[in-house]
């Protein structure tokens, strides 16, 4: 396995795309064909619209598939119309919180100030928090992608207790490679950007950095993921479309685990 905690982690972000049927039919989808392989040391996890997360809580097994929310304000009640706090999600089980998603950043304009705070509450309040980060096609092309990730990985995990890092989890989703027209990154591209972003986690926290798992995101397909998870730093995969379809989310599964050595066949 590559990841240093031992697991291989992958899942997907849901975005609006499934109703609440339609979820609950594909976590169904997801056991059948998912059961036989061996947890741990694979991770899995699912990020359903938020009509569907009660649903889909109750009927994911957590021995097979973990359950997040794409989002969460810091305020745990208040006068915030449209958003949903912690001790909603605690209730009805969700496992995962994700923070800073490029959509979120782009289209409704959140601040990394913002992204910090809902880092806080999530890790303060017992969730895995799985933290986005990456540049636009801009940036990289003017060259500043490292200091781009470096500046929102520093900035979102600002202030975070040292307690709280083995919740964390770092997604690294560059902007020119997600959605429909995204450019999947080629695994030498991802795997030294993991590196800039593993070394910022050691500046940040040199005691406990190595335990925080970093995940690739973007146009990951059944043709690149081994590759990607060939490298020394990609600790798992955050997947986009490829992985709404429960037969293909298995098949990227069972070549990325065969090229690991974890199955056979």
């Not at 890790?123 to 980060?133: D, K, P, S, Y």
């Not at 910022?200 to 970093?214: C, M």
Request: hydrophobic residues 40%; glycine residues 8%.
């Amino acid at each position: 396995m590559t990841s240093r905690s031992g697991r291989l982690y992958v899942g997907s972000n849901l975005k609006m795309y499934k109703t609440n049927r339609q979820t609950v039919e594909y976590i169904d989808q997801i056991h059948t064909l998912t059961g036989d392989l061996p947890r741990p040391p694979l991770q899995l996890f699912i990020l359903p619209s938020y009509t569907a997360l009660a649903d889909a809580c109750r009927q994911a097994d957590p021995d097979l598939l973990w359950v997040g929310a794409q989002n969460m304000h810091w305020e745990a009640e208040g006068p915030f119309t449209g958003e949903v706090s912690a001790p909603m999600l605690r209730e009805i089980g969700v496992k995962i919180v994700m923070a800073g998603h490029a959509e979120r950043r782009q289209i409704f304009s959140e601040t990394d100030e913002q992204v910090n705070r809902r880092v806080h509450a999530a890790l303060a309040n017992g969730f895995i928090t799985l933290l986005c980060i990456g540049e636009t096609q801009s940036e990289r092309q003017a060259g500043r992608s490292e200091e781009r990730l470096r500046i929102q990985l520093t900035a979102g995990l600002k202030g975070i207790p040292l307690d709280q890092l083995d919740q964390l989890w770092v997604a690294y989703e560059p902007v020119w490679s997600i959605g429909i027209h995204g450019t999947p990154a080629s695994p030498e591209i991802a795997n030294a950007m993991h590196t800039v972003i593993r070394q910022t986690l050691v500046d940040l926290f040199p005691s406990r950095q190595g335990n925080i798992p970093i995940l690739y995101g973007g146009s990951v397909t059944p043709q690149n993921a081994a590759d990607l998870v060939s490298q020394p730093e990609v600790d798992g995969l955050f997947i986009g479309r490829m992985a709404w379809d429960a037969v293909n989310f298995n098949r990227i599964l069972r070549v990325v685990l065969h090229r690991l050595g974890v199955i056979s066949g």
